[in-house]
């Protein structure tokens, strides 16, 4: 018997979780809500800046707040997983640099434009289309458009 076609937003999702993308996109979900778990004051004074390897990376304006930022690396832990239950974030480093205010401040990592020549094909353009979380969405294209620039470069293999 042949098997029955599955929607691609249900294909994307498992192919997300089994390479625990779903994870390591959830953990980007800390850029949105930043200011809500550190609060107004810490937030004008640093911004996460990546997420690798579970670690978040957090640029701080001045070496009195990263001094006392780190003291209170352990309770910022503990808010960012009851707010973002599912990041797996094990560790916050802090070096100093420029704090974007935050009308300025992009509103998820990455490139805000899409990288020279790269498109994606109708068919990524509608599988993008059924998945409803709009930072997923948006993540999960960013990741398809680098993923064509590198192939078109040669880089993907």
Aim: aromatic share 4%; hydrophobic share 40%; glycine share 6%.
């Amino acid at each position: 018997m042949a098997k029955r076609p599955h929607k691609i937003g249900t294909v994307l999702r498992r192919t997300l979780r089994r390479m625990e993308l779903d994870i390591r996109l959830e953990g980007y979900r800390v850029w949105h809500l930043w200011d809500d778990i550190v609060g107004e004051k810490i937030a004008r004074r640093a911004q996460p800046e990546r997420l690798r390897n579970q670690i978040l990376f957090v640029k701080v304006s001045n070496s009195t707040w990263m001094q006392q930022l780190q003291t209170m690396k352990p309770m910022l832990l503990e808010k960012i997983h009851e707010t973002v239950k599912e990041a797996r974030i094990t560790d916050i480093r802090f070096s100093l640099g420029e704090i974007i205010p935050p009308a300025q401040a992009p509103s998820t990592p990455g490139p805000e434009v899409e990288p020279e020549g790269a498109r994606l094909s109708a068919g990524m353009e509608a599988c993008l289309e059924q998945i409803e979380d709009r930072e997923l969405k948006t993540l999960v294209r960013s990741i398809m458009l680098k993923e064509a620039a590198k192939s078109m470069k040669g880089e993907g293999d």
